[in-house]
């Protein structure tokens, strides 16, 4: 009993300070290997070291980005963060470092970039494996000098900035085929952070779960009666290729589609299950080319959508209400999907078009589900952010953007 004391006092004020740090940056979890990150970004935060963050899509590193520079003495300063695989390479430059007035056409004034924005604080380079060669040279020059010129201008601007950068690539790999800069590789990876998949630290799921249910439950109004034992169970024993946003997704779409049933072993698995069908990780065969393997990626997302309509619309005709409300935004995207997602002959849209015309629909409905937040449409297409524009570019839809 002594004994017991002992260890509660002993441990209580460090499990507080964790519980605080946690709830400060939002990185939830109950594993040794999440306690660990934590650790290291309490470390590496108050330094003005530059941080490499790697791990899988969907592990968590842009929220490691986050919590470094919450947890620094710039936290009072901006953080910028700049998808370098997002912005076309034709104005890249332009971006990150700024331009002046005439310096190229459509240069109408001065403008500052990415780098000057985030004076005094801190630049998240999220995708830095995206970044094309030639730039990789001008921002190692930004890295040691912290110095660097406008497009088009003479005057060197002097900046105070910390450096993260992400990347789900592997970046060594990278270097040895000679794409990306070892110099820079180096520089930037002061201080790498690995953030492990979900698979790696499944004692974090239980907490992500109630966290995630919770909030969804919230917003949208739900009354949810929660997830049995063996439902926890099976989560915390299934893949998560997509890790923790694929877990937040499909703890969303089980409590909305069970209508707020509670989720036992068996229901649970089906989700589980088309989870894994919308795998962006799929192998595709090296032998085709990518637009057509994009293509065939397209169809199957269709697919499981169209079967997700499905069941969505059985569930709202054949069975009696939901006793609970759904937000409006939920109303609306289901009167969304079911007024456009048939012709009056009943024939699905999908029927009719050809496959470019199906393309650029789910494109349109997708940007729209996001508002218009490419780079979460791009996501949930299983498309790269550069692919998306072009597909704008080619749809005709860059107008209707705004
Ligand atoms: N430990 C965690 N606790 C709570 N939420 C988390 C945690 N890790 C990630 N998330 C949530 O999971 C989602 C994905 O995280 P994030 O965008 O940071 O991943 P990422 O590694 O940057 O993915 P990508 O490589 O695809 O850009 C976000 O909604 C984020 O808030
Ligand atoms: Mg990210």
């Given at each position: ?42 470390q ?59 310096s ?17 604080g ?56 000679g ?14 952070i ?11 799921i ?33 893949e998560?290729p997509g ?28 989700y ?8 962006h ?19 199957r ?14 569930l ?29 002959s ?13 393309e650029?629909?789910?494109?349109r409905s ?14 949930s297409?299983?498309l ?6 072009r597909k ?11």
């Amino acid at each position: 009993m002594a004994k017991n004391e002992n260890k509660t006092l002993q441990t209580l004020p460090v499990e507080a300070h964790w519980r605080e740090v946690q709830r400060d940056v939002g990185i939830l979890g109950e594993s040794e290997i999440t306690r660990q990150l934590l650790e290291t970004i309490e470390q590496v935060a108050p330094t003005d070291i530059s941080v490499l963050i790697s791990g899988e899509s969907g592990t968590g590193k842009e929220l490691v980005a986050q919590a470094i520079h919450r947890r620094s003495h710039r936290r009072m300063h901006p953080l910028i963060t700049v998808n370098c695989g997002a912005i076309p390479e034709g104005i890249l430059e332009s971006e990150l470092f700024g331009h002046e007035k005439g310096s190229f056409t459509g240069a109408v004034g001065p403008r500052k970039g990415y780098f000057e924005l985030a004076d005094k604080g801190s630049i998240f380079l999220d995708e830095i494996g995206e970044l094309p060669v030639t730039t990789q040279v001008k921002l190692l020059r930004v890295l040691e000098m912290r110095q660097f010129m406008r497009v088009g201008g003479t005057a060197q601007v002097q900046v105070d900035i910390r450096f993260i950068a992400a990347t789900n690539k592997n970046l060594e790999t990278e270097v040895r085929k000679g794409r990306f800069r070892e110099d820079l590789f180096y520089r930037l990876n002061a201080v790498h952070i690995h953030v492990a998949a979900l698979r790696d630290r499944r004692q974090d799921i239980p907490i992500l779960v109630k966290k995630f249910s919770n909030d969804f439950c919230r917003e949208n109004h739900i009354e949810f009666a929660g997830f049995s034992e063996s439902a926890m169970h099976a989560m915390q024993e299934a893949e998560w290729p997509g890790n923790i946003r694929e877990l937040r997704n499909v703890v969303e779409k089980v409590i909305v589609l069970e209508r707020g049933n509670l989720v036992d072993e068996s229901s649970i698995k089906k989700y589980l299950h088309q989870a894994a069908v919308i795998d962006h990780h799929l192998p595709v065969p090296l032998s085709r080319p990518k637009e057509e393997a994009e293509r065939d990626f397209l169809f199957r997302v269709l697919l499981e959508i169209k079967s997700e309509i499905a069941q969505l619309r059985e569930l709202l005709t054949s069975q009696p209400l939901p006793r609970y409300h759904l937000g409006p935004w939920h109303e609306e995207q289901m009167v969304d999907y079911f007024e456009h997602g048939e012709d009056q002959s009943g024939e699905s849209s999908s029927d009719r078009g050809s496959v470019a015309e199906m393309e650029k629909e789910l494109i349109r409905s997708t940007l729209k589900k996001y508002n218009g937040n490419k780079r979460r449409a791009a996501r949930s297409l299983g498309l790269s952010e550069r692919t998306l524009y072009r597909k704008l570019e080619k749809y005709g839809l860059k107008d209707e953007e705004d």
